[in-house]
Protein backbone atom coordinates (compact mmCIF):
# COMPACT_ATOMS: atom_id res chain seq x y z
CA UNK A 1 0.00 0.00 0.00
CA UNK A 2 3.08 2.27 1.14
CA UNK A 3 4.59 1.21 -1.78
CA UNK A 4 1.99 1.75 -4.29
CA UNK A 5 1.18 5.03 -2.78
CA UNK A 6 4.87 6.12 -3.37
CA UNK A 7 4.11 4.83 -6.44
CA UNK A 8 1.77 7.82 -7.17
CA UNK A 9 2.88 10.53 -5.74
CA UNK A 10 5.82 10.02 -8.47
CA UNK A 11 4.01 10.08 -11.49
CA UNK A 12 2.06 12.51 -9.92
CA UNK A 13 5.16 14.74 -9.36
CA UNK A 14 6.40 13.56 -12.76
CA UNK A 15 2.78 14.93 -14.28
CA UNK A 16 3.11 18.26 -12.63
CA UNK A 17 6.85 18.62 -14.00
CA UNK A 18 6.30 17.71 -17.46
CA UNK A 19 3.12 20.59 -17.33
CA UNK A 20 5.40 23.30 -15.77
CA UNK A 21 7.85 22.17 -18.31
CA UNK A 22 6.33 23.04 -21.57
CA UNK A 23 4.04 25.92 -19.66
CA UNK A 24 8.08 27.39 -19.50
CA UNK A 25 8.56 26.91 -22.50
CA UNK A 26 5.67 28.03 -23.84
CA UNK A 27 6.62 31.39 -22.07
CA UNK A 28 9.89 31.35 -23.17
CA UNK A 29 8.82 31.21 -27.18
CA UNK A 30 6.16 33.85 -25.97
CA UNK A 31 8.72 36.31 -24.48
CA UNK A 32 10.50 35.71 -27.46
CA UNK A 33 8.19 36.47 -29.87
CA UNK A 34 7.23 39.41 -27.88
CA UNK A 35 10.85 40.75 -27.75
CA UNK A 36 10.95 40.56 -31.64
CA UNK A 37 7.88 42.40 -31.97
CA UNK A 38 8.77 44.95 -30.16
CA UNK A 39 12.48 45.25 -32.45
CA UNK A 40 9.88 45.29 -35.23
CA UNK A 41 7.42 47.98 -33.92
CA UNK A 42 10.83 49.88 -32.47
CA UNK A 43 11.64 50.11 -36.05
CA UNK A 44 8.54 51.54 -37.30
CA UNK A 45 7.91 54.10 -34.65
CA UNK A 46 11.68 54.93 -35.46
CA UNK A 47 11.00 55.29 -38.81
CA UNK A 48 8.11 57.20 -38.73
CA UNK A 49 10.12 60.02 -36.98
CA UNK A 50 12.15 60.35 -40.28
CA UNK A 51 14.79 59.92 -38.02
CA UNK A 52 18.47 61.52 -38.76
CA UNK A 53 21.70 59.54 -37.14
CA UNK A 54 24.32 62.79 -37.24
CA UNK A 55 27.39 60.48 -36.35
CA UNK A 56 28.32 57.06 -38.38
CA UNK A 57 31.10 56.35 -40.92
CA UNK A 58 30.58 54.72 -43.76
CA UNK A 59 32.88 53.56 -46.10
CA UNK A 60 31.15 52.01 -48.50
CA UNK A 61 28.05 51.82 -50.24
CA UNK A 62 25.49 48.72 -50.84
CA UNK A 63 22.16 47.79 -52.40
CA UNK A 64 20.74 46.11 -49.10
CA UNK A 65 22.27 49.05 -46.93
CA UNK A 66 19.97 51.88 -49.09
CA UNK A 67 17.27 49.81 -49.03
CA UNK A 68 17.48 49.41 -44.66
CA UNK A 69 17.69 53.62 -45.25
CA UNK A 70 14.93 53.71 -47.10
CA UNK A 71 12.66 51.44 -45.43
CA UNK A 72 13.79 53.36 -41.78
CA UNK A 73 13.32 57.08 -43.32
CA UNK A 74 16.65 57.24 -42.06
CA UNK A 75 19.25 60.46 -43.01
CA UNK A 76 22.99 59.75 -41.68
CA UNK A 77 25.80 62.07 -41.74
CA UNK A 78 28.44 60.07 -42.80
CA UNK A 79 31.40 61.58 -40.67
CA UNK A 80 34.99 61.97 -42.01
CA UNK A 81 38.32 60.88 -39.35
CA UNK A 82 42.05 61.73 -40.01
CA UNK A 83 43.54 58.83 -38.54
CA UNK A 84 47.57 58.09 -38.87
CA UNK A 85 47.25 54.29 -37.73
CA UNK A 86 45.06 53.04 -40.08
CA UNK A 87 46.18 53.35 -43.79
CA UNK A 88 42.47 54.57 -45.48
CA UNK A 89 41.87 57.37 -42.79
CA UNK A 90 45.29 58.96 -43.31
CA UNK A 91 44.24 60.11 -46.73
CA UNK A 92 42.32 62.75 -46.83
CA UNK A 93 41.47 63.38 -50.09
CA UNK A 94 40.64 59.78 -51.25
CA UNK A 95 38.30 59.59 -48.05
CA UNK A 96 36.45 63.01 -49.32
CA UNK A 97 36.08 61.25 -53.20
CA UNK A 98 34.35 58.19 -51.45
CA UNK A 99 32.23 60.07 -49.00
CA UNK A 100 30.78 62.07 -52.11
CA UNK A 101 30.23 59.44 -54.69
CA UNK A 102 28.43 58.11 -51.20
CA UNK A 103 26.40 61.44 -50.68
CA UNK A 104 25.34 61.50 -54.76
CA UNK A 105 24.65 57.58 -54.50
CA UNK A 106 22.47 57.82 -51.44
CA UNK A 107 19.06 59.73 -53.13
CA UNK A 108 19.21 62.04 -50.44
CA UNK A 109 19.65 59.39 -47.45
CA UNK A 110 23.54 60.52 -46.77
CA UNK A 111 25.16 63.57 -46.17
CA UNK A 112 28.97 64.43 -45.62
CA UNK A 113 30.85 65.99 -42.87
CA UNK A 114 34.51 66.59 -43.86
CA UNK A 115 37.49 67.63 -41.78
CA UNK A 116 40.60 69.24 -42.03
CA UNK A 117 44.76 67.54 -42.07
CA UNK A 118 45.64 68.01 -38.31
CA UNK A 119 48.99 66.19 -39.02
CA UNK A 120 49.75 68.80 -41.42
CA UNK A 121 49.19 71.56 -38.57
CA UNK A 122 52.94 72.17 -38.51
CA UNK A 123 53.16 73.16 -41.77
CA UNK A 124 53.58 76.95 -42.65
CA UNK A 125 50.62 76.97 -45.04
CA UNK A 126 48.23 74.59 -42.57
CA UNK A 127 45.24 77.26 -42.20
CA UNK A 128 45.77 78.28 -45.81
CA UNK A 129 45.64 74.92 -47.20
CA UNK A 130 42.58 73.82 -44.94
CA UNK A 131 40.63 76.66 -45.91
CA UNK A 132 40.42 75.97 -48.88
CA UNK A 133 39.66 72.54 -49.09
CA UNK A 134 37.01 73.29 -46.57
CA UNK A 135 35.43 76.08 -48.55
CA UNK A 136 35.31 73.85 -51.71
CA UNK A 137 33.95 70.56 -49.60
CA UNK A 138 31.18 73.21 -48.52
CA UNK A 139 30.78 73.66 -52.18
CA UNK A 140 30.46 70.24 -52.85
CA UNK A 141 27.95 70.04 -50.40
CA UNK A 142 30.01 69.30 -46.60
CA UNK A 143 27.37 70.48 -44.05
CA UNK A 144 29.80 70.30 -41.15
CA UNK A 145 33.44 69.88 -40.20
CA UNK A 146 35.04 67.35 -37.42
CA UNK A 147 37.32 67.47 -35.30
CA UNK A 148 38.78 64.83 -34.05
CA UNK A 149 40.78 63.56 -30.45
CA UNK A 150 44.18 63.44 -32.23
CA UNK A 151 43.80 67.24 -31.13
CA UNK A 152 44.65 67.19 -27.79
CA UNK A 153 45.92 63.63 -27.41
CA UNK A 154 48.54 62.62 -30.30
CA UNK A 155 49.71 65.09 -32.61
CA UNK A 156 52.83 67.44 -31.26
CA UNK A 157 53.91 71.17 -32.23
CA UNK A 158 57.21 71.80 -33.40
CA UNK A 159 57.93 72.06 -29.91
CA UNK A 160 57.48 68.23 -28.82
CA UNK A 161 53.96 69.66 -26.92
CA UNK A 162 50.53 68.21 -27.55
CA UNK A 163 48.31 70.47 -29.38
CA UNK A 164 45.44 71.94 -28.48
CA UNK A 165 41.80 72.95 -29.82
CA UNK A 166 42.14 76.34 -28.51
CA UNK A 167 45.92 76.84 -30.10
CA UNK A 168 45.69 80.02 -32.35
CA UNK A 169 46.61 78.57 -35.30
CA UNK A 170 43.26 77.22 -35.37
CA UNK A 171 41.27 80.05 -35.10
CA UNK A 172 41.40 81.17 -38.50
CA UNK A 173 39.29 78.13 -39.53
CA UNK A 174 37.13 78.22 -36.53
CA UNK A 175 36.20 81.48 -37.99
CA UNK A 176 35.88 80.19 -41.51
CA UNK A 177 33.50 77.12 -40.51
CA UNK A 178 31.10 80.18 -38.52
CA UNK A 179 30.89 82.20 -41.83
CA UNK A 180 30.15 79.74 -44.00
CA UNK A 181 27.69 78.34 -41.41
CA UNK A 182 28.64 75.46 -40.58
CA UNK A 183 28.62 73.47 -37.82
CA UNK A 184 31.78 71.85 -35.84
CA UNK A 185 31.73 68.43 -34.97
CA UNK A 186 34.09 68.32 -31.73
CA UNK A 187 35.59 64.73 -30.36
CA UNK A 188 37.72 65.82 -27.84
CA UNK A 189 39.04 63.68 -24.96
CA UNK A 190 38.04 60.55 -24.29
CA UNK A 191 35.36 58.87 -21.58
CA UNK A 192 37.31 59.07 -18.45
CA UNK A 193 38.10 55.57 -18.14
CA UNK A 194 40.62 56.32 -21.04
CA UNK A 195 42.70 57.89 -17.88
CA UNK A 196 42.46 54.88 -16.03
CA UNK A 197 42.29 52.72 -13.84
CA UNK A 198 41.30 49.92 -15.57
CA UNK A 199 37.71 49.23 -15.32
CA UNK A 200 36.11 46.21 -17.17
CA UNK A 201 32.41 47.28 -16.24
CA UNK A 202 32.33 50.33 -17.82
CA UNK A 203 30.92 50.51 -21.35
CA UNK A 204 33.57 51.67 -23.47
CA UNK A 205 36.47 49.32 -21.81
CA UNK A 206 36.69 46.73 -24.86
CA UNK A 207 37.21 49.94 -26.83
CA UNK A 208 40.56 50.45 -25.33
CA UNK A 209 41.49 46.63 -25.16
CA UNK A 210 41.35 47.02 -28.87
CA UNK A 211 42.75 50.44 -29.28
CA UNK A 212 45.53 50.40 -26.57
CA UNK A 213 47.13 53.83 -27.72
CA UNK A 214 44.40 55.71 -26.73
CA UNK A 215 44.49 54.16 -23.08
CA UNK A 216 46.82 56.65 -20.91
CA UNK A 217 46.41 55.78 -17.48
CA UNK A 218 50.37 55.10 -16.03
CA UNK A 219 51.54 57.04 -19.21
CA UNK A 220 53.04 60.27 -18.35
CA UNK A 221 53.28 63.04 -20.37
CA UNK A 222 49.81 62.88 -22.01
CA UNK A 223 47.34 65.85 -20.93
CA UNK A 224 45.08 65.29 -18.54
CA UNK A 225 40.74 65.27 -19.33
CA UNK A 226 40.44 68.12 -17.64
CA UNK A 227 43.23 70.29 -19.46
CA UNK A 228 41.85 69.09 -22.81
CA UNK A 229 38.05 69.81 -22.55
CA UNK A 230 39.07 73.38 -21.19
CA UNK A 231 40.74 74.35 -24.43
CA UNK A 232 37.49 73.36 -26.08
CA UNK A 233 35.70 75.33 -23.98
CA UNK A 234 38.05 78.05 -24.32
CA UNK A 235 36.66 77.59 -28.26
CA UNK A 236 33.50 78.18 -27.16
CA UNK A 237 34.15 81.26 -25.49
CA UNK A 238 36.35 82.57 -27.65
CA UNK A 239 33.74 82.23 -31.05
CA UNK A 240 30.10 82.41 -29.98
CA UNK A 241 29.40 82.43 -33.75
CA UNK A 242 30.43 78.92 -34.18
CA UNK A 243 28.26 76.15 -33.82
CA UNK A 244 29.78 73.10 -31.95
CA UNK A 245 28.59 69.80 -31.35
CA UNK A 246 30.18 68.07 -28.96
CA UNK A 247 30.09 64.62 -30.13
CA UNK A 248 30.14 61.63 -27.65
CA UNK A 249 28.01 63.72 -24.84
CA UNK A 250 31.08 65.62 -25.43
CA UNK A 251 33.27 63.63 -23.38
CA UNK A 252 31.16 64.57 -20.32
CA UNK A 253 29.28 61.11 -20.54
CA UNK A 254 29.42 60.60 -16.80
CA UNK A 255 28.04 63.83 -15.70
CA UNK A 256 24.96 64.62 -16.67
CA UNK A 257 25.51 67.92 -14.43
CA UNK A 258 28.50 68.95 -15.70
CA UNK A 259 26.91 68.68 -19.54
CA UNK A 260 24.14 71.17 -18.07
CA UNK A 261 26.21 73.43 -16.96
CA UNK A 262 28.14 73.84 -20.50
CA UNK A 263 24.71 73.90 -22.20
CA UNK A 264 23.66 76.62 -19.80
CA UNK A 265 27.01 78.60 -20.35
CA UNK A 266 27.90 78.33 -24.09
CA UNK A 267 24.22 78.95 -25.80
CA UNK A 268 26.75 77.58 -29.09
CA UNK A 269 27.09 74.04 -27.61
CA UNK A 270 25.16 70.91 -28.13
CA UNK A 271 26.12 67.37 -27.69
CA UNK A 272 25.10 64.25 -29.77
CA UNK A 273 24.70 60.71 -27.99
CA UNK A 274 26.74 58.72 -30.24
CA UNK A 275 28.33 55.61 -28.53
CA UNK A 276 27.67 56.79 -25.24
CA UNK A 277 23.91 55.50 -25.39
CA UNK A 278 25.09 52.88 -22.61
CA UNK A 279 26.30 55.79 -20.31
CA UNK A 280 22.72 57.35 -20.27
CA UNK A 281 21.24 53.60 -19.75
CA UNK A 282 23.32 53.52 -16.48
CA UNK A 283 22.37 56.58 -15.43
CA UNK A 284 19.32 57.15 -12.62
CA UNK A 285 16.25 56.97 -14.97
CA UNK A 286 14.29 59.88 -13.72
CA UNK A 287 17.59 62.46 -13.83
CA UNK A 288 18.36 61.14 -17.55
CA UNK A 289 14.41 61.99 -18.25
CA UNK A 290 14.64 65.14 -16.88
CA UNK A 291 17.78 66.40 -18.05
CA UNK A 292 16.67 65.03 -22.05
CA UNK A 293 13.67 66.87 -21.22
CA UNK A 294 14.77 70.44 -19.80
CA UNK A 295 17.80 70.08 -22.92
CA UNK A 296 15.31 68.83 -25.58
CA UNK A 297 16.44 71.12 -28.14
CA UNK A 298 19.82 70.76 -27.09
CA UNK A 299 20.82 66.97 -27.92
CA UNK A 300 21.28 65.04 -31.10
CA UNK A 301 20.73 61.61 -31.71
CA UNK A 302 23.96 59.82 -33.00
CA UNK A 303 25.43 56.24 -33.24
CA UNK A 304 28.83 56.29 -34.62
CA UNK A 305 27.79 53.14 -36.45
CA UNK A 306 29.65 52.13 -39.27
CA UNK A 307 29.76 50.18 -42.20
CA UNK A 308 33.35 49.18 -42.87
CA UNK A 309 34.70 48.56 -46.65
CA UNK A 310 35.22 44.89 -45.15
CA UNK A 311 32.33 44.67 -43.92
CA UNK A 312 29.91 41.86 -44.42
CA UNK A 313 27.07 43.62 -45.16
CA UNK A 314 23.96 41.59 -43.69
CA UNK A 315 25.97 40.93 -40.13
CA UNK A 316 26.57 45.17 -39.95
CA UNK A 317 22.46 45.80 -40.79
CA UNK A 318 21.87 43.49 -38.22
CA UNK A 319 24.12 45.47 -35.83
CA UNK A 320 22.46 48.84 -37.06
CA UNK A 321 19.00 47.86 -36.80
CA UNK A 322 19.23 46.43 -33.16
CA UNK A 323 21.05 49.61 -31.88
CA UNK A 324 18.21 51.71 -33.30
CA UNK A 325 15.65 49.21 -31.93
CA UNK A 326 17.08 49.73 -29.03
CA UNK A 327 17.83 53.08 -28.90
CA UNK A 328 13.68 53.99 -29.49
CA UNK A 329 13.00 51.10 -26.82
CA UNK A 330 15.37 53.20 -24.27
CA UNK A 331 13.89 56.87 -25.32
CA UNK A 332 10.65 56.48 -26.36
CA UNK A 333 9.05 53.38 -24.56
CA UNK A 334 8.52 52.69 -20.75
CA UNK A 335 9.83 48.89 -21.20
CA UNK A 336 12.13 47.36 -19.15
CA UNK A 337 14.52 45.20 -21.44
CA UNK A 338 17.73 43.39 -21.48
CA UNK A 339 20.50 44.69 -23.62
CA UNK A 340 24.36 43.20 -23.95
CA UNK A 341 23.64 42.28 -20.17
CA UNK A 342 22.41 45.58 -19.05
CA UNK A 343 18.86 46.45 -17.21
CA UNK A 344 17.65 49.56 -19.35
CA UNK A 345 14.54 51.02 -18.54
CA UNK A 346 12.90 53.06 -20.81
CA UNK A 347 12.31 57.08 -20.22
CA UNK A 348 9.11 57.43 -22.17
CA UNK A 349 9.91 60.84 -23.28
CA UNK A 350 6.87 62.69 -24.76
CA UNK A 351 6.36 62.64 -28.34
CA UNK A 352 7.74 66.44 -29.11
CA UNK A 353 10.96 65.77 -27.41
CA UNK A 354 10.97 62.69 -29.27
CA UNK A 355 10.69 64.62 -32.46
CA UNK A 356 13.52 67.18 -31.34
CA UNK A 357 16.06 64.59 -30.33
CA UNK A 358 15.62 62.24 -33.79
CA UNK A 359 15.01 64.94 -36.27
CA UNK A 360 14.58 68.13 -35.68
CA UNK A 361 17.41 69.31 -33.54
CA UNK A 362 19.67 67.46 -35.94
CA UNK A 363 18.43 70.11 -38.63
CA UNK A 364 18.61 72.99 -36.54
CA UNK A 365 22.31 72.46 -35.23
CA UNK A 366 23.68 71.28 -38.54
CA UNK A 367 21.53 73.49 -41.40
CA UNK A 368 21.87 71.84 -45.30
CA UNK A 369 21.44 68.33 -43.64
ZN1 LIG B 1 32.72 58.52 -34.62
Not at 124 to 144: H, T, W, Y
Amino acid sequence: MVKQRSIFAFFLMLGVLIVAGSFLRLTNAESQEKKQTNEEQALRAFAAMHPIDVHVHVFKTDAAFQAMLERLNLKLMNILVMDDTLPYRKELEPQIKDALALMHSSRGHVAFCTTFDPYKFNSPSFDADSIKKLNRDFADGAVAVKMWKNIGMEIKNADGKFIMADDPKFEPIYKDIAQYGKTLMAHQAEPDVAWGPPDPSDPSWSYYQENPQWFLYNKPGFPSKQEILNARDHVLAENPKLRMVGVHLGSMEKSLDNISSHLDRYPNFAVDMAARMEYLIMAPPEKVRTFLIKYQDRVLYGTDLDLLASADVQESLKEWESTYARDWRFLATDETFQSEGRTVHGLKLPQPVLQKIFHDNAIHWIPGL
